[in-house]
């Protein structure tokens, strides 16, 4: 069986980090959390502002090492809130930061209604990779913790996964 990685970034409520468990659990897959060596700090709407600024600058910032190296698994999951259409900013470090080719990559994001084109930006950033699987899950657009995509939905986002890390 391949060797498999949840790595994830997520702010606020944690939706992107309750996916993120959810599905390192069902595949028995390793989990690690992006964080960034700055946190971000101030209301909702501060941060939301802050990461507008930062998308718009095309700005990486610095983050924190991970407890698992990239580069020893075959399958990595790549979880990311979506910051105005796109990835948040630390996972955008991270994505440039390893060398993808030959790895299978399962992109996903959580939203709050516009997702924008997170999953093509992180398929694009990982050069080399193929990609499997990608979801999208929805939660209230207020950037509260209600999610609106339904439960049964996920299970089968999940369930599709594990069948395609047993055959790769």
Request: aromatic share 10%.
């Amino acid at each position: 069986m391949s060797r498999i990685l949840v790595v994830y970034y997520s702010v606020s409520n944690g939706n992107t980090r309750e996916i993120a468990h959810q599905m390192a659990e069902y595949i028995k897959a390793d989990l690690a959390e992006i964080q960034t060596v700055q946190p971000y700090d101030g209301s909702y709407q501060e941060v939301v502002d802050q990461g507008k600024q930062e998308v718009q600058r095309s700005y990486h910032p610095p983050i924190r090492p991970l407890p698992f190296h990239p580069e020893d698994y075959d399958i990595i999951a790549i979880g990311t809130p979506t910051w105005w259409y796109t990835m948040a900013p630390a996972m955008a470090t991270f994505l440039s930061l390893h060398e993808w080719a030959g790895k299978t990559v399962i992109p996903f994001q959580t939203h709050g209604g516009w997702p924008g084109h997170t999953l093509k930006d992180i398929k694009a950033a990982c050069k080399g990779a193929k990609s499997c699987c990608e979801g999208q899950i929805q939660f209230d657009s207020s950037g509260g913790s209600q999610m609106v995509t339904d439960e049964k939905e996920v299970q089968h986002w999940l369930q599709q996964i594990k069948k395609a890390v047993e055959i790769i």
